[in-house]
């Protein structure tokens, strides 16, 4: 079964960090470009990091720059995001999905569609 599952949510305080991981089963992530999404209640999804899958173009939304890191482990099969210094405004429904294998033009670029797998998300709360 091909799927997408995320893990590593949960309830920190600000300031606080999480890392969130996206691991493939039924397919590699070697040749996919990968992008993390949130989704706060009320809101929009928003693209918040993207990878390619060289690893040599990355994304960050400009409110995840300098706290926010993705990567990726090609031997697990996985992608992570590491988020530090987290705000309450980072409480969402994280997602990770495949997105576009290029050609980039731009470092958004690789968070563009098409989006052929979604994981189930997993959801960050940044509460005192």
């Known amino acids: 079964q091909v799927q997408l599952v995320e893990s590593g949510g949960g309830l920190v305080q600000p300031g606080g960090s999480l890392r969130l991981s996206c691991a493939a089963s039924?397919?590699?992530?070697?040749?996919?470009?990968i992008g993390w999404f949130r989704q706060a209640p009320g809101k929009e999804r928003e693209g918040v990091s993207c990878i390619s899958s060289s690893s040599r173009r990355t994304y960050y939304a400009n409110s995840v720059k300098g706290r926010f890191t993705i990567s990726r482990d090609s031997a697990k099969n996985t992608v992570y995001l590491q988020m530090n210094s987290l705000k309450p405004e980072d409480t969402a429904v994280y997602y990770c999905?495949?997105?576009?294998?290029?050609?980039?033009?731009?470092?958004?670029?690789?968070?563009?569609?098409?989006?052929?797998?979604w994981g189930q998300g997993t959801q960050v709360t940044v509460s005192s």
């Open positions: 999905a495949t997105t576009s294998p290029g050609p980039y033009y731009s470092d958004y670029d690789v968070c563009r569609g098409p989006y052929r797998y």
């Open positions: 039924g397919f590699t992530l070697n040749y996919d470009a």
